[in-house]
C-alpha cells in the first residue's frame, strides 16, 4: 500500500525567502507525481505534474523534481510571496491515488 | 471551459436522511472519483470510475453508492446519513490510461450530517 508523507506539516516564511516542501513515498513503482495548492475552503488546484521519466518540471517560480529511486519528490517555491500561502499537497496518482496530509505555508509580509 | 463542476458548495442533512452530491465534467475524461477530506486524515479515496458501466471501491466505500450511465457525470449517493459523513466531500477526473495522467478537481461540497 502506497503510504504518501510531507514534511513539514506547517511552514512560516517571510516574504520573498525561497522554500522547499517535502513529499515522500514508500512504493517508488510510480506513473508520475503530482503537486497540488488548496486555498482555504477550495478545491484542489494543480501545480505541477511530474511524470516517471522526468526528473524536473517547473512553472514559473515553482520547480519540482522527482527522485523515484529514493521515493522522494521536493516543490522549490522562489522569492515567495504572501499571495503563496495555502495548503500544498502532493500526490501518487493511479487508480487509487494516495495523497500526503499536505503542508500549510504562511509568507509573511 | 467549466472543468469539474459540483453540486451542492454546502448541504445540512438529518441522521437519517439520503441525498445526492452531483459531479459533472466537460473534458470527456474516462477516469472519475469521490474523495473526502477529513482535518488530520486528508483525502481518502471513496469511489472511482474507469469509464460509463464501470466503478469500483476505493479506501472508504462504506455508506455511499455510486453510478456512471454517462462519461460527464458521476454522483455519489448517500442511502441515510450518518454524522460520521460530514465531510468536505471533493470530485475529479482524468484521462484514463497508462500513465495516469492529470487529475482536475471540482471547489467541493460541504457536508455536515446533524
Known amino acids: 500500500k502506497q503510504e504518501v508523507t510531507q514534511i513539514p506539516a506547517a511552514l512560516s516564511v517571510p516574504e520573498g525567502e525561497n522554500l522547499v516542501l517535502n513529499c515522500s513515498f514508500t512504493?517508488?513503482?510510480?506513473?508520475?507525481l503530482q503537486w497540488f495548492r488548496q486555498d482555504p475552503g477550495k478545491g484542489l488546484t494543480s501545480l505541477l505534474l511530474?511524470?516517471?521519466?522526468?526528473r524536473e518540471q517547473t512553472s514559473g517560480r515553482l520547480n519540482a523534481s522527482l527522485d523515484k529511486s529514493s521515493g522522494r519528490s521536493t516543490l522549490y517555491i522562489a522569492a515567495s510571496q504572501p499571495g503563496d500561502s495555502a495548503t500544498y499537497l502532493c500526490?501518487?496518482?493511479?487508480?487509487?491515488?494516495?495523497f500526503g496530509a499536505g503542508t500549510r505555508l504562511t509568507v509573511k509580509p | 471551459n467549466a472543468g469539474v463542476t459540483q453540486t451542492p458548495k454546502f448541504q445540512v442533512l438529518k441522521t437519517g436522511q439520503s441525498m445526492t452530491l452531483q459531479c459533472a465534467q466537460d473534458?470527456?475524461?474516462?477516469?472519475m472519483s469521490w474523495y473526502r477530506q477529513d482535518p488530520g486524515m486528508g483525502l481518502r479515496l471513496i469511489h472511482y470510475?474507469?469509464?460509463?458501466?464501470?466503478?469500483d471501491q476505493g479506501e472508504v466505500p462504506n455508506g455511499y453508492n455510486v453510478s456512471r450511465s454517462t462519461t460527464e457525470d458521476f454522483p455519489l449517493r448517500l442511502l441515510s446519513a450518518a454524522p460520521s459523513q460530514t465531510s468536505v466531500y471533493f470530485c475529479?477526473?482524468?484521462?484514463?490510461?497508462?500513465?495516469?495522467?492529470?487529475?482536475?478537481f471540482g471547489q467541493g461540497t460541504r457536508l455536515t450530517v446533524v
Open positions: 500526490a501518487v496518482p493511479n487508480n487509487d491515488m494516495r
Open positions: 473534458m470527456n475524461h474516462e477516469y
Open positions: 512504493d517508488s513503482a510510480i506513473y508520475n
Open positions: 511530474i511524470q516517471s521519466s522526468q
Open positions: 475529479a477526473s482524468s484521462s484514463s490510461g497508462t500513465p495516469v495522467t492529470e487529475a482536475f
Open positions: 470510475s474507469v469509464g460509463a458501466g464501470i466503478t
